[in-house]
């Protein structure tokens, strides 16, 4: 992992220019060479496809001190430090339903009576573990609340199953291309999502608020060809019985807001920035009925490097661009979400996500 320091001085100048789009002294439109594979099945070294041990992570990189959200204070809950979630999913698009198994560890900011978390109504709770005892939970609108004490300081492992069919939510703003934000449904029955200033509550129990960062590990299952894309590293991707099985791993912490998931038939096409700290791997996932939308994503390495000199070496150790249903962008931490349209594609759009790996993603708001 990187560790990058970054003064803001240092950038005043680039994030106005971004922030208003990119203006003509921004890169050229050059593409590189790429080569397009879709990694092999079952070429894993991992035969189960299952989780590594959340101890292979620092979960001190993930200690947070969570505030009470002041511009939406229903989402999130300031006693909650969310240190790693581990999620298993598994998409049936048939059904339009979501099955996840999640286990949490958190660190409890405050000692209290109960744990709140936020989970959208849709996804009905099957069970509940704390420190593997069975808990019991009620559910207040979109709050899931754990009746289990908690002191403070001490870290907790909760677990639970649920199933359902998730749904978008209302979006707390009038621009026109973001007028919901969660997990959405095409009429195919793919799926992304989008979920600035919330959202992540749609499609997994979460500390959905910007100062609770925390590692994750995603698992997603869906019948083959399809296949899941989240954030970070793709650690595998395994087929057994016509379904495909991705892995990923976030290893830098990142707000719920800026974690991405998306389901479709999609082909990758791998390439390699050369940033100024070394080589990092960078993917573009492209539904395979919109393959023309490559060409514009091969922009990325230039644009990239333009921003490095104004930024400093990259944050993370890998990037990734997935294409979705959408006419919107989001700079979702390692994997930026960008909807397919020319605008969203654009080159001003590809800098202004790509900005915000630094700014936005690696240095978060409070």
């Not at 971004?18 to 990694?39: I, R």
């Not at 300081?153 to 621009?175: C, F, K």
Request: proline share 7%; glycine share 8%.
């Amino acid at each position: 992992m990187r560790r990058v320091r970054l003064a803001a001085a240092a950038t005043a100048a680039v994030l106005a220019v971004t922030l208003a789009g990119c203006s003509e002294d921004g890169p050229d439109t050059s593409s590189p060479g790429t080569s397009t594979a879709d990694p092999t099945p079952g070429a894993s070294t991992d035969p189960s496809a299952g989780g590594e041990p959340t101890a292979q992570l620092d979960l001190e990189e993930a200690v947070s001190e969570p505030v009470e959200d002041s511009y939406y204070p229903d989402y999130g809950d300031p006693g909650v430090d969310a240190l790693h979630y581990d999620l298993a999913l598994t998409w049936r698009p048939q059904e339009r339903v979501l099955d996840g198994t999640e286990t949490l560890t958190f660190r409890a900011a405050a000692t209290a009576a109960e744990v709140r978390l936020a989970l959208d109504d849709p996804l009905a709770v099957s069970s509940v573990e704390l420190d593997g005892a069975p808990v019991e939970v009620t559910r207040e609108g979109d709050t899931l609340v754990v009746h289990a004490p908690v002191t403070q300081d001490q870290e907790y492992v909760l677990r639970l199953a649920y199933s359902g069919q998730p749904q978008p939510v209302a979006a707390p703003t009038g621009r026109q291309d973001t007028g919901t934000v969660g997990f959405t449904v095409t009429d195919d029955g793919e799926v992304w999502t989008m979920q600035e200033p919330y959202g992540a509550f749609t499609w997994y129990a979460v500390n959905d608020q910007p100062s609770d960062k925390a590692l994750y590990d995603v698992r997603i299952s869906v019948d083959s060809p399809w296949v899941g894309v989240s954030n970070g590293e793709l650690l595998s991707r395994t087929e057994a019985d016509g379904v495909t099985t991705t892995r990923w791993r976030l290893d830098e912490p990142a707000a719920a807001y800026l974690m991405t998931l998306a389901i479709g038939d999609y082909q990758v096409t791998e390439d390699v920035l050369h940033g100024q700290a070394g080589d990092i791997p960078i993917t573009y996932w492209v539904p395979r009925d919109r393959a023309y939308v490559l060409e514009r994503l091969q922009r990325t390495p230039e644009v990239f490097g333009w921003v490095e000199d104004k930024l400093g070496p990259y944050p993370f150790d890998s990037l990734g661009i997935v294409v979705v249903d959408s006419t919107s962008g989001m700079e979702t931490q390692t994997m930026i979400t960008l909807g397919y349209s020319e605008y969203a594609t654009s080159r001003s759009v590809l800098l202004h996500e790509i900005v915000h790996q630094w700014y936005g993603d690696l240095v978060t708001p409070e």
